[in-house]
């Protein structure tokens, strides 16, 4: 399992024990993909992608949007 510390500046620091690509930010397990959809699917503009991933252990989810194309 990976913990979350906290170092002298204050920022939380990682320590990964195990070899996890995309940790959940609340317990460490891995995240898993479940789609991607259209920033239309959304009612967004432009030309983008929001992935979705759920959490393996706690079950979290979350949302990741990439920039529209027009401002990369």
Request: hydrophobic share 25%.
């Amino acid at each position: 399992m990976d913990s979350i510390s906290t170092s002298s500046n204050g920022k939380a620091s990682y320590n990964y024990i195990e070899n996890i690509k995309n940790p959940c930010w609340f317990c460490g397990s891995e995240m898993i993909w479940g789609c991607d959809f259209d920033y239309e699917d959304y009612g967004l503009e432009g030309d983008g992608i929001v992935a979705t991933l759920s959490c393996s252990g706690c079950e979290a989810y979350a949302e990741f949007y990439s920039k529209p194309k027009e401002e990369q």
